[in-house]
């Protein structure tokens, strides 16, 4: 089941001694001092942040009227200075993304290869931590507790005969169910109902069903078009409702379940579960303190039940999916029968959960108990090992490893974008997701990666920029 797919992670950036007035500049700075090999050149002009998979261009996208008031208050003066745009030798991108520092995963063509790679993000961010030598935390979340979000996007390429109405109607019953196996946790609420604990860090921010904006008025479902490939083939499923995930096994199981639904829908097998309120379904299964979990009739379990099976059934998985997907089967029953508890060491949300029932101790003080639980939550999202409860947890043995191994044998358009980095920086001019472009001995040439193909080990032969040009054409004939 081989379709490219990726997540984006903004993480949480915090220095004593600094405010949000200063963010943007301690973000860029940060992220200029990443120690691995890089090239500075993301090409932005082939973005298209506007287009809309209903068939039209927005005319502007929201901004949140808060974070627009530190948006410009920086010392840089170009965008490019302030982005510090650069990619990686594993095809990654890593930039700053107003204010905070985002680490892009190659694409992959596996859920399980793309959840190792953004465990590989965190060694980037704390790299560039220790290079930076700045005094800094670095938090792999989707909140500072103080109204702002920040986003953790997932990518997924699909074929565009699946139309705008057959990808919403299949996805978003996925998107709301699957937040009790990959809800990161969060300690109270910031918008709409109160709660004391929930299962999604991005639920109190999703106030629209569809829409193209991802920074203020976001919806459930982005309507982003913006496929980084050929437009007449393809477009890109964009989720930005998703939590940052601790738990590489939450993180592959999100990407998984949404990309089994996907492939279901193309071959006409996708499990359907009509839903009228999205949002309000969204953020009823966050807070549900109860923890039963049903929207508009249709309990979780059941929808991500039926997403598993039917893949079981119909999808060609390897070995890898296939016992994935048992494992999402053991979890939901083990949820059924224990509870919350049954999930501690798959679910960030039940890990969090078993923090605070166990270490939290109330004060009697209920503003300052609020601020003792919202710490335990923040510890457990650094991403310092020395640090973070989420290290702790594991060396508990109270939150399972990521036993699973990259699957090397079908490198991605990634393998050539990093192998560029890493050979030809110095002749690349700029490079984008889908196409890189070289000045050469007979001027600048520009070669499309297309986004199905297998990019073969034989590349890196490649002894000039020529060659290595020619090779990619060759491959692409």
């Known amino acids: 089941m081989r379709r490219l797919c990726g997540v984006e992670t903004e993480y949480g950036l915090w220095i004593d001694g600094r405010g949000p007035e200063s963010q943007q500049d301690d973000s860029k700075t940060f992220v200029e001092n990443c120690p691995n090999p890089s090239y500075l050149g993301w090409d932005n002009f082939v973005e298209a942040p506007r287009a809309d998979l209903r068939g039209f261009e927005a005319k502007r ?257 390897d070995g890898r999916e296939s016992s994935a997907l048992r494992g999402v089967l053991g979890a939901l029953d083990r949820f059924e029968v224990e509870g919350w508890s049954g999930l501690i060491g798959e679910a960030d949300w039940a890990a969090k959960k078993y923090l605070i029932e166990h270490y939290f101790e109330p004060s009697g003080d209920q503003a300052q108990d609020l601020l003792s639980q919202q710490s335990l939550d923040l510890a457990y999202s650094n991403i310092d090992p020395e640090e973070s409860l989420f290290t702790a947890m594991q060396e508990m043995n109270l939150i399972a490893l990521f036993e699973w191994e990259k699957n090397q044998s079908f490198p991605t358009r990634a393998y050539a974008r990093g192998l560029a980095v890493e050979k030809f920086r110095d002749q690349m001019t700029s490079a984008s997701w889908g196409r890189i472009t070289f000045a050469t001995s007979s001027g600048e040439q520009s070669i499309d990666l297309e986004p199905e193909l297998e990019y073969p080990a034989h590349l890196s032969d490649a002894k000039s920029v020529e060659e290595f040009i020619e090779s990619l054409r060759n491959m692409q004939q």
């Open 61 to 317: 996208l929201s901004v949140d009227p808060r974070d627009q008031q530190y948006e410009y208050r920086t010392e840089t003066r170009t965008y490019a200075q302030l982005r510090a745009d650069r990619i990686l030798t594993n095809g990654a991108r890593f930039y700053n993304d107003h204010g905070h520092p985002e680490y892009c995963t190659p694409e992959c063509f596996s859920a399980i290869d793309a959840a190792l790679e953004d465990l590989h993000g965190e060694s980037v961010l704390l790299d560039t931590l220790r290079a930076s030598g700045m005094p800094a935390k670095i938090y792999k979340n989707n909140t500072d507790f103080h109204g702002a979000s920040y986003g953790t996007h997932e990518s997924f390429l699909v074929k565009r005969r699946v139309g705008f109405d057959a990808l919403f109607n299949a996805v978003v019953p996925v998107l709301i169910a699957r937040q009790i196996l990959c809800g990161a946790g969060k300690v109270g609420s910031e918008a709409g109902p109160k709660c004391n604990f929930q299962l999604s860090q991005r639920a109190d921010f999703l106030t629209e069903v569809a829409s193209v904006d991802t920074l203020y008025r976001r919806p459930i479902f982005n309507t982003r078009d913006e496929p980084h490939a050929d437009p007449n083939k393809w477009t890109r499923l964009h989720v930005i409702c998703g939590d940052a995930n601790r738990n590489p096994i939450a993180t592959m199981r999100k990407l998984l379940l949404v990309q089994c639904e996907l492939k279901l829908l193309e071959i006409d097998k996708a499990p359907k579960f009509p839903i009228s309120n999205p949002v309000k379904a969204f953020e009823q299964i966050s807070k549900n303190e109860s923890h039963e979990f049903v929207f508009e009739g249709h309990r979780c379990s059941d929808v991500l039940r039926s997403v598993a099976l039917a893949s079981l059934e119909h999808l060609d998985l």
